[in-house]
């Protein structure tokens, strides 16, 4: 196994978690490494963990208090439990665009953490990808490995059947 | 009598989502955080009329807990929705030949959710 080196991934990530906060009406701004958050403002996390053949690794949402108030749908429910079904959503669909390029993975279930300063380890290849949300920030990080010789497809692949999309239903 | 349908999803928000959009249309609903407390109450009750059902859960998932479901002889009475993360053509395939009768990917819409368990609780 060995650390990606190419945007897509990132550039994927991107995409699924600006639809995912749009899909709860709440506009997400992408911001440079110069506008960075505070790393103490980032009090909770949603970490994916998932694995298959290709490639394995984790995906984090970390964000401040105001992106997950402003997108709860149960305001009486706990803000850990929805930090983690929000980044279990974000897996969902960076799943489906992964199926898209013939990348298969299995889905564990979320886990929330609490802290302080939370940050991925200084050096790695790509920084995290920080929106400005409401009045907070949200942030996230996809932190994995590919199979040796595995290269990631640049384009969908022509003859992958496409995966339901979120907000779709099907009735047998 | 209204119809009583059973959540069965390890995120209480949205247990609670599933349970407003559901209960504002009229239905009673019953909840369970996993496929081993949605097996129990399955098993144990008799009077639901539909389960909505998502995959990924710790200790028992959905598409397990939908298997031992068949095996116990409760479909095709109980009609089973899955609400779930996933869009997997090979896991709809799967839900569908174990006896899922729908698959719905979050995040969801109320609306759409209860057109679909009024559906499939028709008689």
Redesign the interface.
Known sequence: MRNPDNRLLDDLVFDCCRELFTAYALDTRPLGRHDFPPMDSLALCGVMGFGGKQMRGALVLATTREPLELTNPDACSSQRDWVCELANQLMGRVKNRLLLLGVEILLATPAGLTGENLCPTPGRLRAPQVFAAGNGFVCVWIDCELADGFELPTTPLQDVEAPVAEGEALLF | MDKKILIVD?????R??VR?ALSSAGFEVVEAADGVEGLEAITERDDLAAVVCDV???RMGGLEMLELVKSRGKLPALPV?ML??????AL?KKA?AVG??????????GE??VA?IR??TSV
């Open positions: 390890d995120s209480a928000t949205v609670q989502q407003a990924n859960m710790p929705l779930t993360t996933e869009g997997q053509p709809v569908k899922a009768k729908g698959w719905m990917v979050k995040p969801f819409k759409l959710l679909g559906k499939l």
